[in-house]
């Protein structure tokens, strides 16, 4: 999305540690009218794969996500990672090590809402090495249900996880995918 690689450029901003700070458009303050379009392009890209449910994880990849189930005219499911009493304690849990935190979290989903009739659409806003989508992967397996694929805003290609996940057969789009950021530049793919 050639679109997505502009902004990127324009109003991104690289920090210490590989970390490329969108939090002006994309996960803290939204850019409501470009979130739409990336969910016509998400929904566009899946159009054909049966999709009956959109999962994330909270919390960032929740506006995106929704954007994409809302033109997919589908459910859109967020993971949970703090302890809540407000969901059906009947749940199917992993563990996922976040890049950007620096920790693990148990993540849950009810079962009320991931089933074996589900063919599921997982979105995030980030895919560094992978470890939110294949606790995101797990869950859909857990409950039964079928993977169609992974949707990604911005997808950091030389920390390699979407290369393992699509290495796994498992199908990874991704708005725009960073080849480098070296010196306050950023090369894509």
Same mark, same amino acid.
């Given at each position: ?6 902004? #990127? ?7 210490? *540690? ?16 470009? %979130? ?8 566009? %890209? ?8 959109? %999962? ?5 990849? #929740? ?10 005219? =589908? ?26 935190? *620096?920790?693990?979290?148990? =993540? ?24 939110? %989508? ?56």
């Amino acid at each position: 999305m050639k679109a997505l690689e502009e902004k #990127i450029l324009k109003e991104g901003r690289i920090r210490d *540690g590989n970390i490329l700070q969108v939090d002006n458009f994309l996960n803290h303050q939204i850019d409501a009218a470009f %979130l739409i379009e990336m969910g016509k392009e998400i929904a566009r %890209l899946y159009k054909d794969a049966g999709v009956t449910k959109v %999962l994330t994880i909270e919390a960032s990849g #929740i506006a995106i996500a929704l954007a994409a189930a809302a033109e997919m005219k =589908v459910p859109m499911l967020f993971a949970k990672k703090h302890k809540t009493k407000n969901i059906n304690p009947n749940q199917y849990k992993t563990v996922v090590h976040s890049f950007t935190h *620096g920790t693990d979290y148990d =993540v849950v989903v009810s079962r009320d809402y991931l089933n074996e009739d589900d063919v599921v659409l997982i979105v995030d806003d980030f895919l560094a090495n992978g470890n939110a %989508l294949k606790g995101l992967i797990d869950l859909t397996n857990q409950a039964g249900g079928t993977v169609a694929g992974c949707a990604i805003a911005i997808e950091k290609g030389f920390q390699g996880g979407g290369d393992a996940l699509r290495a796994e057969g498992i199908r990874v789009e991704s708005m725009a995918i960073l080849d480098a950021m070296e010196d306050g530049h950023i090369r894509f793919r």
